[in-house]
């Protein structure tokens, strides 16, 4: 993750820490280049990424999200 994407996640995670019910979806995006196959994995690559930082960096509970590759 790119820094500036890390200091948006870290202010998605101090939001959410004032909340006690809520859900998380990832969505994971590529351009249009290379072959749909490649694209749906890196797509799914890049949601995972976010997926790790929250749940690692911030203890956001696993159940709480939902990724999806687009």
């Known amino acids: ?36 196959t490649a694209n749906l994995a890196l797509s799914r690559r890049r949601a995972d990424a976010v997926v790790r930082y929250l749940t690692l960096q911030h203890k956001v509970p696993l159940h709480r999200i939902t990724v999806i590759g687009l």
Not at 7 to 31: K, N, S, W
């Open 1 to 36: 993750l790119s820094k500036e994407a890390s200091e948006l996640l870290d202010g998605l995670a101090e939001r959410m820490g004032q909340h006690h019910r809520y859900l998380i979806e990832v969505q994971g995006f590529t351009d249009s280049s290379g072959s749909q």
